[in-house]
Nanobody
Framework: QVHLVESGGGLVQAGGSLRLSCAAS????????MGWYRQAPGKQRELVAR???????NYADSVQGRFTISRDNAKNTVYLNMNSLKPEDTAVYYC???????????????WGQGTQVTVSS
């Protein structure tokens, strides 16, 4: 089973920076696409950034140019560097992993417990 543990959340002022980390462990946790999602109060969970096993990335329009997702395959860890933070970035941030389970490409999705990011004005 795959386990994901996030860290790095906290309280920052607008314009500040924060770095989130997500460590994956367990069987099948390596060589998978991983991403960061967030959920603000009263809103639906949304994709923030995603990185493939090969390192290609994509971002939500709202964070493009401010956030950077990266991974360290040796450590089986994905990072989210957040710069120029805005109050609207306030949310619980969740780490996600997509594990391919068969040759047809079906995936099993795993989630971390979430870490709170609060950006004050």
């Amino acid at each position: 089973q795959v386990h994901l543990v996030e860290s790095g959340g906290g309280l920052v002022q607008a314009g500040g920076s924060l770095r989130l980390s997500c460590a994956a462990s367990g069987r099948g946790s390596g060589g998978n696409a991983m991403g960061w999602y967030r959920q603000a109060p009263g809103k639906q969970r949304e994709l923030v950034a995603r990185i493939s096993s090969g390192g290609s990335t994509n971002y939500a329009d709202s964070v493009q140019g401010r956030f950077t997702i990266s991974r360290d395959n040796a450590k089986n860890t994905v990072y989210l560097n957040m710069n120029s933070l805005k109050p609207e970035d306030t949310a619980v941030y969740y780490c996600n992993l997509e594990r391919v389970v068969n040759v047809e490409g079906a995936t099993r999705v795993f989630w971390g417990q979430g870490t709170q990011v609060t950006v004050s004005s």
